[in-house]
C-alpha cells in the first residue's frame, strides 16, 4: 500500500510502502524523527497502477545512471591510456577477486581491434540517444537507449574467457574475499543442512553448464554461480556457512570511524543478529532461488559485521563482485593512439554528466522533493476527472501553489487528496520521554543531554546541553545556552590543537551553528541514538506496529 509520508520535524514528504517499521525505526530511532503519516485512501487498481508508474519513473533514471557510468568509464580508460608509462596500465575486472591469481597470468596484451571505435567516439552521443529536442524537464519519462561502453563489452570477454580457464585449471580461492559464519558452535552446520547446500551445488552446477553450452549467460552471471560454488563447497569443508564478502567501503560525513560502542549493546546486537541468522536461514535454505541466495548473503554480510563489531561505515552490493587487478600490456599502435581520444571520450563524459544532471536538477523552490511528487502525480493523471476519480483531486506543483513547502504540502494533501487518518509516530526520544514519570523536574531531566536516561554521548553528535524539539517557549533560552556551551568548547578546542588536529574546535563550531536557529524558535538539531537495540524501543512503538498492519 502507497502512503504519503511527512517528517514534521525534517520537513521532508515521501512516498513510500509497507513495512513501516523499516521507515520509522530510520527515522525515529537513529536520527530521533518525529513522523506523520497520511495513508491514501485508494482503490486496489489504482494502487497497483500507481506502483507501476512509480517503477518505471525509478527504472528510467537508473538507465539514465547507468549510462553515466558507463561514459565515465570510458571517459577513465582513455585517461589511463594517455598516462601510461612504458606500455603498461593496471586495470580491475569485477568478480576475478574471489580465486588467488597469480599477476604473471594476469598480464593480457591489448590493441585496437580490442577497442573499437576507441579513437572516434560519439562526441555527440548524448544529444543522439537523450533526444534533447524534447523538453528537457520531460526526458525523466523517456527511458535512453541502453549504452554500453567499449570498457564493459571488453571485460565481459575477459570474465568469460577467466571461467572457461578456471573450468580448465583450478585456482585456490582467496579465502580475503570471503567470510565465516563460525562464532558460536550453534552456527555449525547440521548434516540435514550440509545435504541441502549438497542439492544447491547441483542445481549451480546446472546452471553453469548451461552458460558454457548456450553461451547465453553474461560474464556476470558466470563469475556469479562459480562464485557461489565456491563459498558452498568451502562452507562443506568448514563446517560452517562461508559466504563471499559483498561490502565496500562508502564515504560518511563524519569522521566515526570503529566508534566505541559499549559490550552490553554489542552484546544485545548479537542476539538480535542471531534471531535474524536462524529466520534468514530457515528461509535460504526451504527454497533455491536467486533471491533468496542474494538476500542471504547480503544479511550473513550484516551477521558477520556485528559479530565482529566493525562498525565501519559499509555499503553492501548486490552481488558479489571483489575485482582483481591485471596488467594489460598495450601494443605500440594503442600506445601512440590519437591524443584527441582522450579529449573526445572525456568530452562525451561530461556531456552525459550535464544531461543527467539536468534531468534529476534539484531547485529548492521550482523543483524539490516535495513539488516534483506532485508534478509525478500531475503527469501521470493529466485529465483532472481523472485525478479526481483515482486521487480526489489535485495538489498543484506549481511554485504559486506553496506546495514547494512541505508543512503546505502536508495540509495540501489532507485537504485535495483521498486520505485516512494521519497516523503520527513521535521520535524515539519524545516517545521515551512519555514513559517516564510526570513532572517538571523529571522531563527537564531529559531534556538535559548530561542527566538524560535515554540519551548517551556518540561520536556522531556535536556536544551541546538542551534539547529543544519539544518546547517552543523555552527554545531561545535552551539555544543561547548551548551557543554559550558550544563557545566555550570552541575556546576549549584552541589549546587542544596540536594533539587533536582541530577536532575540539570543529565540534564546537557545529554546536554554536545549530543552536543559532533555537534563539529564534527554530530546532534542527534532534540527537542521534545509535546504540538503540530492540528492546529498547518505546512501547508504543509496537503497539503502532500492529495497528498499521
Known amino acids: 500500500m502507497y502512503h504519503l509520508q511527512y517528517d514534521s520535524e525534517d520537513k521532508v514528504f515521501h512516498i513510500v510502502r509497507e513495512p513501516w517499521e523499516i521507515f520509522r525505526f530510520h527515522y525515529s530511532v537513529w536520527e530521533n524523527r518525529s513522523i506523520e503519516l497520511i495513508p491514501l485512501d485508494l482503490s486496489e487498481e489504482t494502487k497497483e497502477d500507481l506502483k507501476t508508474k512509480w517503477n518505471g519513473i525509478y527504472i528510467i ?29 593496471e586495470w580491475e575486472i569485477p568478480g576475478l577477486g574471489y580465486w588467488e591469481t597469480n599477476p604473471t ?3 593480457l596484451q591489448v590493441d585496437l581491434k580490442d577497442f573499437p571505435n576507441i579513437l572516434f567516439p560519439e562526441t555527440d552521443a548524448s544529444s543522439k540517444q537523450t533526444g534533447l529536442q524534447k523538453q528537457q524537464g520531460n526526458l525523466s519519462l523517456f527511458p535512453p537507449p541502453r549504452y554500453i561502453s567499449f570498457i564493459s563489452t571488453w571485460e565481459e570477454k575477459k570474465q568469460k574467457e577467466f571461467v572457461r580457464k578456471l573450468k580448465v585449471t583450478p585456482l585456490p580461492p582467496n579465502l580475503n574475499q570471503f567470510i565465516k559464519l563460525d562464532f558460536e558452535k550453534e552456527f555449525a552446520l547440521s548434516e540435514e543442512e550440509k545435504i541441502k547446500l549438497e542439492s544447491y551445488s547441483k542445481n549451480l552446477k546446472s546452471e553453469m553448464d548451461y552458460c558454457l553450452e548456450s553461451n547465453q549467460c553474461a560474464g556476470w552471471e558466470e563469475l556469479l554461480i562459480l562464485t557461489r560454488l565456491q563459498s558452498i563447497r568451502l562452507s562443506l569443508d568448514s563446517g560452517f556457512f562461508v559466504i563471499p564478502k559483498k561490502t565496500k567501503k562508502n564515504l560518511f560525513y563524519r569522521d566515526t570511524t570503529n566508534p566505541e560502542i559499549p559490550k552490553e549493546v554489542w552484546m544485545r546486537k548479537k542476539q538480535e543478529a542471531y534471531e535474524s541468522y536462524q529466520l534468514t536461514k530457515t528461509l535460504f535454505l526451504n527454497f533455491y532461488d536467486p533471491t533468496s541466495f542474494q538476500e542471504w548473503e547480503t544479511i550473513g554480510t550484516k551477521i558477520h559485521s556485528v559479530y565482529t563489531e566493525n562498525s565501519e561505515p559499509t555499503e553492501i552490493d548486490i552481488y558479489p563482485k571483489a575485482s582483481a587487478k591485471i596488467r594489460i600490456l598495450l601494443t605500440d599502435s594503442l600506445s601512440n593512439a590519437n591524443p584527441d581520444f582522450l579529449k573526445n571520450n572525456q568530452t562525451a563524459s561530461d556531456d552525459y554528466e550535464k544531461t543527467v544532471s539536468d534531468i534529476y536538477s534539484y531547485q529548492l523552490v521550482s523543483k524539490n522533493c516535495t513539488n516534483e511528487l506532485f508534478r509525478y502525480f500531475n503527469i501521470f493523471y493529466p485529465d483532472s476527472e481523472i485525478r479526481q476519480t483515482k486521487l480526489g483531486g489535485t495538489v498543484s506543483e506549481k511554485t504559486t501553489s506553496f506546495s514547494f513547502v512541505p508543512a503546505i504540502a502536508f495540509h495540501l494533501v489532507k485537504s485535495n487528496y483521498k486520505s485516512k487518518d494521519i497516523k503520527t509516530f513521535p521520535s524515539y526520544r519524545l516517545a521515551k520521554k512519555r514513559e ?22 556518540n561520536p556522531f553528535d556535536h556536544s551541546f546541553v538542551f534539547f529543544t524539539d519539544d518546547t517552543i517557549a523555552l527554545r531561545p533560552i535552551y539555544g543561547l545556552t548551548n551557543i554559550t556551551w558550544g563557545i566555550a568548547n570552541t575556546g576549549m578546542g584552541i589549546f587542544y590543537l596540536p594533539w587533536d588536529k582541530g577536532k575540539r574546535v570543529q565540534q564546537g563550531a557545529e554546536s554554536v551553528f545549530f543552536s543559532l536557529p533555537e534563539i529564534f524558535f527554530f530546532n534542527i538539531r534532534k540527537g542521534f541514538f545509535p546504540y ?18
Open 61 to 89: 533514471q537508473r538507465k539514465w545512471i547507468e549510462n553515466r557510468e558507463e561514459r565515465k568509464k570510458e571517459a577513465l580508460f582513455a585517461k589511463k591510456i594517455s598516462e601510461t608509462k612504458e606500455g603498461v596500465l
Open 436 to 457: 517516564t514519570p510526570p513532572g517538571i523536574l523529571s522531563g527537564l531531566k531529559e531534556d538535559i543531554t548530561f542527566l538524560s536516561s535515554t540519551y548517551k554521548k
Open 105 to 107: 597470468n594476469m598480464n
Open 532 to 549: 538503540v537495540t530492540r528492546e529498547d524501543l518505546p512501547k508504543s512503538y509496537h503497539q503502532e506496529t500492529i495497528k498499521t498492519k
